[in-house]
Nanobody, 116 residues
Framework: QVQPVESGGGLVQAGGSLRLSCAAS????????MGWYRQAPGKQRELVAT???????NSADSVKGRFTISRDNAKNMVYLQMNSLKPEDTAVYYC??????????WGKGTLVTVSS
């Protein structure tokens, strides 16, 4: 099983916080970039934030200052701390893990719903 497994989604009021977690499978290949993406109803999947094995991060302008991505290389985990949530953050959040083999795997997603 190489599909990443996300957890931590749920229902939260606007202004609240959630922390998403993603567990990546161990492999003979090292993990390069790990990231979070989201897809709102009727919209295309979009990048939220990524983090390289060296800790360099990249995030969408819409979440800068509110969301923080981090990873634990020893545990093959990536996290997304989401603060000051807005209704427009409502989406299914997907974890993606890119291995040194050149193959990336998507998780099944976890739903985040932000009520106004």
């Amino acid at each position: 099983q190489v599909q990443p497994v996300e957890s931590g989604g749920g229902l939260v009021q606007a202004g609240g916080s959630l922390r998403l977690s993603c567990a990546a499978s161990r492999s003979i290949f090292s993990i390069n970039t790990m990231g979070w993406y989201r897809q709102a109803p009727g919209k295309q999947r979009e990048l939220v934030a990524t983090i390289t094995s060296g800790g360099d991060t990249n995030s969408a302008d819409s979440v800068k200052g509110r969301f923080t991505i981090s990873r634990d290389n020893a545990k093959n985990m990536v996290y997304l701390q989401m603060n000051s949530l807005k209704p427009e953050d409502t989406a299914v959040y997907y974890c993606k893990v890119d291995y040194a083999s050149g193959i990336g795997y998507w998780g099944k997603g976890t739903l985040v719903t932000v009520s106004s």
